[in-house]
Structures are given as C-alpha cells and as structure tokens.
C-alpha cells in the first residue's frame, strides 16, 4: 500500500482531542450523501412524468405523420404500399381530422374530429385507453331508437372523451349530433351541415386536452362528413421502435418528393418535450448545488487537517516525502469522503425510488395528469450522478492538498 493512501486513510479516524474534525467530516460524509441520494430521486421521478406524458400523448399521436401543404392530400395507394415497405414502419394508415361541433340534448362543444381506420393495431392504437366500447364498433352501424314511437333508425358509431361525455352529459348508446363549422349551399342560403351519430365507446387519456376534446369516426364517415371525396388529412405511421421514429422519417423523406411533408412525434411535440427537458436540467443543475455545499465542507475539513497536521507534514518531507505525496494525502482523504457519501447517497436514493415504485402515491386530481407518482429508473442517469459527484468531491480536494504540499518543514517545525 503507497503511503498517500494510508496516511490518508489514517487521518479519517481522529484523535479523542480532534473529535471536532471527525464530526466535521461525517457531516461532510452525510451532506454528500443527502446531495446524492436527491438528485437521484428526482431524475427518476422527473423521467417519470417525461415518459407517462409521453405514452399518454404516443397513445393518440402517430409515430410518424406523412401530409402535403394543404388542408388535405388525395389518397394513392401506391405510396401508402411505398410507406409500409419502409424499415421501421409496423403500420400506416390513411386519417382525416377537422374541427366540428358537437350537439346533445343538453350542451354543445367543439372538438377535433378525426376519422381513422376502425381496427385494433393500426397506427394509432388507443383500445388501451378505452373504457367503454371497441374500435371495431366504428365500422358498423347501429340501431337507435328514434322517438317513443319505436321507430329505429341506423346510425354511424363515435368514440368520445370521457370529459367530453360528461359535458354533454351522453353515454355509450346514446345519439348526437355532429355540426360542420362550413356550411352547405342551399336556395334559401348557407345551411349548417348536421349528421346524426351514436356514441358507441368512451376512451380515457388522463389528460384534459384528450378527454375533452376529441372524438373518433370511421374515416369512410369523416371523409362524407367534411365532402372530402377519397382525399385525406394524411397518412399516420407506428414505428416498430419509438427511439427511431426520427430516422424513419429521414428514410420517408428520401423517397418523397414534394409536396409531401414527413413529421415526427417530437417534430409534433417539440415545444413541449424541449420544456420538459429543460425542466429535469434545471433540476440537475439546481440539486447538484446540494453536492457543492457538501465538497464546501470537504474543503473547510481538509483545510483544518492541513493546519492540525503541519508538524507531520513537516516531519514527512524531512523523512523524503515528495510534494506530489503529501498532495495525494490530503486528495486521498477527501475522494474518500465524496466516495463513501456518494456511495451511501447512491444506495439510498436507489432504495428510495424503488419504495416509491412499490408502494404506490396518490397524486392530487385535477392538479396532475396522472394519479400517481411515476417513478423511472435509469442505470445511467445513477452513473452520471456519481460521476459528477466524484469529479466536485476532487474538485474539492485541490487546493487544500496545494496549500499542505506548498508547506515549508523549517516553518512549520519552527514554532513547535
């Protein structure tokens, strides 16, 4: 064992008459420890929320969106065979989407209509989300009672938000009436062009911007709704990998020329992601400030070993130590620190996210999107907390490891 290391080592347990110095050092043991562990668990759950946002938003967003610079595009089947052929594309589909407004017996709202292929595992697969009702119930038509007559009559299904629901105060069963925002050309002038749906499932995304403001039709019903022939909105694509949804949408944008236009789901969602991205960095930066106010106290620690320890820093260099040995002493001592609290913040913060995991927090309604507390946990996010610890912790040892290897021994022997 090279005599820096157990020097230093030494120095760890003080003296009865240096019992100061020790209590400084577990409290600088335990403020990094403290640091550590935080930062930790606050990655986990601010990646978390980063992820459940994500899948919520994933669940009713395609990976890939595939349209033309205008309002719609007409439909060739040969570039939808072109876009499935793709490596990486598990599925696509053509959909049409358009504002409209819906009409109950109580209330009116405005939502986004979006006509889609009426079958599970297409390219946007929300079935997960339902809570009421199947996709496939949008392909067929269904029997409502018209009047207390007992006259039936025949009516296309919709799938709303529960949200929305509950606003227009409608249930799976019941019809309603979905409202153009254009009108039809008549004789006796512009007439609002009304069609009579049933409501025939209800979905649940967790958040507000979904539930209450979004409905679901065939896309054969959305094409007749908005007269838009055989043309659509565009073509919605589902990578077989999230992660590389960009580098489908650089192989899509190879083969087609304009006026196409290829976007991606963070092409779509930029603004908000960069938000949240910008959000868990701010959160780094501002609890790695914990783990400095720790190595502050690494610093004062070593400092008063520096002045406690003159005398046998002074007989060391007599006995041939280098300056470069009595620096690794000191440097020693303070990684020893920094390790030991590092490793104790490491093992609690993982034990801590792992609590939080099992034993589920309720979150407060209408304050969250999601109920409860995601956690979500990353071996490298525990890696890059300990390397940014380690590398403060030496940091810290600098100068104080200078200043002890800069002492003269006549000065410090003088006075003793």
């Not at 409202?179 to 609002?192: F, I, K, S």
């Not at 106010?293 to 006995?319: G, P, Q, W």
Request: hydrophobic share 50%; charged share 20%; with cysteine.
């Amino acid at each position: 064992m090279r005599y820096p290391f157990f020097i230093g080592l030494r120095y760890l347990r003080a003296k009865r008459s240096e019992g100061f110095l020790s209590l400084i050092t577990a409290i600088s043991t335990g403020g990094v420890a403290v640091g550590v562990m935080t930062l930790n668990v606050v990655l986990a759950v601010m990646t978390g929320f980063e992820e459940d946002l994500r899948d919520r938003i994933l669940g009713f967003t395609p990976h890939v969106v595939v349209s033309d610079y205008g309002a719609s595009m007409p439909i060739d089947p040969a570039v939808e065979t072109r876009l499935r052929a793709v490596p990486g594309v598990a599925a696509a589909d053509a959909f049409v989407q358009g504002q409209a407004m819906l009409a109950s017996g109580s209330d009116v709202a405005g939502v986004l209509l979006r006509g889609v292929h009426p079958a599970a595992g297409g390219a946007i697969d929300f079935s997960r989300h339902l809570r009421g009702g199947q996709i496939e119930d949008l392909a067929t038509r269904h029997t409502v009672r018209r009047d207390d007559s007992g006259a039936t009559v025949e009516l296309p299904g919709i799938i709303l938000g529960t949200e929305l629901a509950r606003q227009l105060d409608v249930t799976v069963g019941e019809p309603l009436s979905v409202v153009a925002p254009a009108g039809v050309p008549t004789v006796v002038g512009m007439v609002p062009k009304v069609r009579r749906f049933v409501v025939v499932g209800l979905f649940e995304a967790g958040m507000l911007e979904y539930d209450s403001a979004l409905a679901f039709v065939s896309l054969p019903e959305a094409q007749r709704f908005f007269g838009l022939g055989a043309a659509v909105s565009g073509i919605e694509l589902r990578t077989a990998d999230l992660d590389a949804a960009d580098g489908v949408k650089a192989r899509i944008a190879g083969q087609l020329n304009f006026p196409y236009k290829v976007q991606s789901w963070r092409d779509l969602n930029h603004n908000l992601f960069a938000a949240i991205r910008l959000e868990k960095f701010v959160y780094f930066l501002v609890l790695t400030l914990i783990v400095l106010v720790a190595a502050f106290n690494i610093v004062a620690t070593l400092v008063m070993v520096v002045m406690e320890k003159r005398r046998d820093i002074a007989v060391l260099k007599s006995m041939g130590a280098t300056r470069r040995g009595i620096a690794e002493i000191f440097i020693t001592k303070g990684l020893i620190i920094g390790g030991v609290g590092t490793a104790a913040g490491t093992v609690l913060g993982l034990a801590l996210c792992v609590l939080l995991r099992r034993y589920v927090i309720s979150l407060p309604p209408g304050v969250f999107y999601t109920a409860t507390l995601p956690v979500k946990i990353y071996p490298e996010y525990f890696v890059l907390v300990v390397a940014v610890s380690l590398v403060i912790c030496l940091l810290a040892t600098l100068y104080p490891a200078r200043q002890a290897a800069r002492l003269v021994p006549v000065e410090a022997i003088r006075y003793d």
